[in-house]
Nanobody, 114 residues
């Protein structure tokens, strides 16, 4: 079983920064990719950023240039550095690990005030 534990969410003013962390633990045979998704109230969950095991990244157009995804392979941890935050970035952010199965964290709330 794989567990994903997110941390780093919180309340920040527009223009500020936050860094989310997601630590994976359990029996992990291989990782295809890890990533971050978010879900705002009344909206569907959407991709924010992904990072493959080969190092390729993919960002949503709305966050490209402001957010950076990175990982520490030794710690099985993925990070999301979020800069120049906007009120529209307010959402619950979920970590995802894509392996033989897909695993999700419990989510961490990010609130950006105007």
């Amino acid at each position: 079983q794989v567990q994903l534990v997110e941390s780093g969410g919180g309340l920040v003013q527009a223009g500020g920064s936050l860094r989310l962390s997601c630590a994976a633990s359990g029996t992990i045979f291989s990782i295809n990719a890890m990533g971050w998704y978010r879900q705002a109230p009344g909206k569907q969950r959407e991709l924010v950023a992904t990072l493959t095991s080969g190092g390729s990244t993919n960002y949503a157009d709305s966050v490209a240039g402001r957010f950076t995804i990175s990982k520490d392979n030794a710690k099985n941890t993925v990070y999301l550095q979020m800069n120049s935050l906007k009120p529209e970035d307010t959402a619950v952010y979920y970590c995802n690990l894509d392996s033989f199965n897909s695993y999700w964290g419990q989510g961490t709330q990010v609130t950006v005030s105007s």
